[in-house]
């Protein structure tokens, strides 16, 4: 399944050269690699080390959901950050796709990840396939998020996760800070053919206007019902 994915991937150009930025300023913190601006994720990695004595960031919440999975060959993590997740997956799947399109988050991600099994991708997710901005908020990196007001009008590639024509997935994060919900509708016909264990973020956002729990509604009503 990698082998397939990567080849239609590498055709429709969506796969990013595996390249550094130089000009990100990296900060270490905990041996992870973050943005030199970054702040919160500092008090969040110094919560999970004083909690459960390493620092993992959603270790609670990833430990739970993983351990519903049955079979373990593919994961997606969509909005993957500086790499918290897709370390983790990485270890545990035969193949992980991770979706991150900012590109300082994506030079960090590089330098925190050393395994094979897992790529890289420079797409946004979403409804459909379409150009955004992104609003990068660089001393709390993980409130990074989709410029509602540059739908149609970015310069950053949104693509949909049906687009792909995935045949196996097994499991899914997605912490898109409130587009949760577009995500889950672009990849609709994804999930119901494979049915994955599928983590995501729930936070109340005003961003899109939505309710805190709409995606989740949705997956119950339209995917798991």
Sequence with gaps: TGKAIEEYLDKNELKEKRKVNNMTEMINIHNWLLPKSEKHMQKMLDKAVKKFGVPEYQKEVRDRALALVRKKRVALDIGAHIGFWSKSLSEQFNY????????????CWRE???KNNIDLFPNALGEKEQTVEMVVNMNNT???HIDPNSLGKGTVRMITLDSL?????DFIKIDVEGFEIYVLKGAKETLLRTKPIIVIEQKSHDFYGNNQYIAKDYLCDKVYN
């Design 165 to 169: 024509e995935l045949s196996e997935v």
């Design 96 to 107: 992980v796709m991770a979706f991150e399109p900012v590109e300082s988050f994506r030079d």
């Design 112 to 114: 925190n990840i050393d």
């Design 142 to 144: 993980g409130n990074t």
